[in-house]
């Protein structure tokens, strides 16, 4: 008797055991969604503001991402058409076509060489018009516009006018489905128009590319690549070196009593005096070594492929040439030098601080070099 009396009491409390249970499961997800969402949101807003770094550094990398987006979204929507209205060869190649771009702007971002991906595309969209052109007759040949347009922003001049000039060739010779000579004879003329348009159009463009890019990374008073430039370049070192690509090594070369030549002479001396020393170094380092300013009188250089007795035979070879050849209104000038050589397990700062450091350790020396450790 007592047992049944107890019973639903305790079948009773486990009920209101479970649904306590399931209510603090419902209150703690209700905590953990608004977090979730909001790691979610700064994680999506961190990835655009790379892809905007990344494609504002590389202009032609961001044309490239922008026209491979929209093609993959045209293409790809005319390639599920076609295969629906039973169009299969149609659907294959627009098909075939989204996977080259694809491809092309998977290896652009990875390898950061926007110009053999655009080369690719260019060639896809060139072949993918004749192909479709010979298939479909009149209504493939509007895609043509298209294709002509986008190759001379997607890769270099003389590569877009080739296939320009390739793509109305082989059009004008092409047997051709239901496309009568007067149509054929007007698509040729009007495609050669637009791609002379193009290639004008594009010839402006690279000329005004190439200005405003040697005054976004160029220093106005030597010509040699600014602070601004080093800073992206570095990092890319780095990453080629964990790649196993390349053995770099950096050197901070500072002008010893440089303040002294611009207090006693004036800066006119102390500007000629860096345009000659900037001089004096690129007639000494190899072709891909590369040469920064990054302040007053100070400058990096970004070796590349070099080992520890080389980049001794550099710091001596530097430090004579300069020794030598540069002159003031005191008389000769020379620099301190720091080196370092890439270690495994650092990155950019670390490198870039010791061999700061080796130069400052110079410094205290005179005239010499120092290679860190």
Same mark, same amino acid.
């Given at each position: 008797?007592?047992?049944?009396?107890?019973?639903?009491?305790?079948?009773?409390?486990? +009920?209101?055991?479970?649904?306590?249970?399931?209510?603090?499961?419902?209150?703690?997800?209700?905590?953990?969604?608004?977090?979730?969402?909001?790691?979610? +949101?700064?994680?999506?807003?961190?990835?655009?503001?790379?892809?905007?770094?990344?494609?504002?550094?590389?202009?032609?990398?961001?044309?490239?991402?922008?026209?491979?987006?929209?093609?993959?979204?045209?293409?790809?929507?005319?390639?599920?058409?076609?295969?629906?209205?039973?169009?299969?060869?149609?659907?294959?190649? /627009?098909?075939?076509?989204?996977?080259?771009?694809?491809?092309?702007?998977?290896?652009?971002?990875?390898?950061?060489?926007?110009?053999?991906?655009?080369?690719?595309?260019?060639?896809?969209?060139?072949?993918?018009?004749?192909?479709?052109?010979?298939?479909?007759?009149?209504?493939?040949?509007?895609?043509?516009?298209?294709?002509?347009?986008?190759?001379?922003?997607?890769?270099?001049?003389?590569?877009?006018?080739?296939?320009?000039?390739?793509?109305?060739?082989?059009?004008?010779?092409?047997?051709?489905?239901?496309?009568?000579?007067?149509?054929?004879?007007?698509?040729?003329?009007?495609? +050669?128009?637009?791609?002379?348009?193009?290639?004008?159009?594009?010839?402006?463009?690279?000329?005004?590319?190439?200005?405003?890019?040697? *005054?976004?990374?160029?220093?106005?008073?030597?010509?040699?690549?600014?602070?601004?430039?080093?800073?992206?370049?570095?990092?890319?070192?780095?990453?080629?070196?964990?790649?196993?690509?390349?053995?770099?090594?950096?050197?901070?070369?500072?002008?010893?009593?440089? #303040?002294?030549?611009?207090?006693?002479?004036?800066?006119?001396?102390?500007?000629?005096?860096?345009?000659?020393?900037?001089?004096?170094?690129?007639?000494?380092?190899?072709?891909?070594?590369?040469?920064?300013?990054?302040?007053?009188?100070?400058?990096?250089?970004?070796? #590349?492929?070099?080992?520890?007795?080389?980049?001794?035979?550099?710091?001596?070879? *530097?430090?004579?040439?300069?020794?030598?050849?540069?002159?003031?209104?005191?008389?000769?000038?020379?620099?301190?030098?720091?080196?370092?050589?890439?270690?495994?397990?650092?990155?950019?700062?670390?490198?870039?601080?010791?061999? /700061? #450091? +080796?130069?400052?350790?110079?410094?205290?020396?005179?005239?010499?070099?120092?290679?860190?450790?």
């Amino acid at each position: 008797m007592d047992d049944d009396r107890r019973s639903p009491v305790r079948v009773g409390d486990q +009920a209101c055991l479970a649904l306590g249970r399931r209510a603090m499961r419902r209150r703690r997800r209700a905590r953990t969604r608004p977090a979730q969402a909001a790691g979610l +949101a700064a994680g999506t807003r961190r990835v655009f503001r790379q892809l905007q770094t990344r494609m504002q550094e590389d202009f032609r990398l961001g044309v490239i991402a922008l026209c491979g987006l929209v093609s993959v979204a045209a293409l790809g929507g005319f390639s599920v058409y076609r295969f629906v209205r039973g169009d299969i060869a149609l659907g294959v190649v /627009d098909f075939a076509l989204v996977l080259t771009i694809i491809a092309a702007g998977v290896h652009a971002w990875r390898s950061g060489d926007s110009r053999i991906a655009g080369l690719m595309m260019i060639v896809a969209n060139t072949i993918g018009c004749v192909v479709v052109a010979a298939l479909a007759g009149f209504t493939g040949l509007f895609w043509a516009y298209n294709a002509v347009v986008m190759n001379f922003f997607l890769g270099d001049r003389h590569p877009a006018v080739f296939a320009s000039m390739a793509l109305v060739i082989v059009i004008a010779f092409l047997p051709l489905p239901g496309v009568e000579p007067a149509q054929r004879l007007s698509f040729c003329a009007t495609c +050669a128009l637009v791609s002379l348009y193009a290639f004008v159009f594009a010839a402006r463009a690279s000329r005004q590319a190439v200005r405003l890019e040697r *005054l976004a990374v160029r220093d106005p008073l030597t010509g040699v690549r600014n602070r601004r430039l080093f800073d992206l370049d570095l990092p890319r070192a780095v990453h080629d070196a964990r790649a196993g690509r390349s053995t770099p090594a950096l050197a901070v070369l500072d002008l010893d009593h440089f #303040k002294r030549i611009n207090d006693r002479h004036g800066h006119d001396a102390g500007d000629r005096t860096l345009v000659g020393f900037t001089r004096i170094l690129q007639a000494g380092l190899r072709q891909d070594d590369r040469l920064y300013r990054v302040g007053g009188e100070e400058f990096v250089l970004l070796l #590349k492929d070099v080992q520890v007795a080389g980049l001794t035979v550099l710091i001596e070879h *530097l430090l004579t040439l300069t020794r030598t050849r540069l002159r003031s209104p005191d008389g000769p000038v020379t620099v301190s030098i720091g080196a370092a050589l890439l270690r495994p397990d650092e990155d950019s700062s670390e490198w870039l601080a010791r061999a /700061d #450091k +080796a130069m400052y350790e110079a410094k205290t020396r005179r005239d010499c070099g120092v290679i860190s450790g």
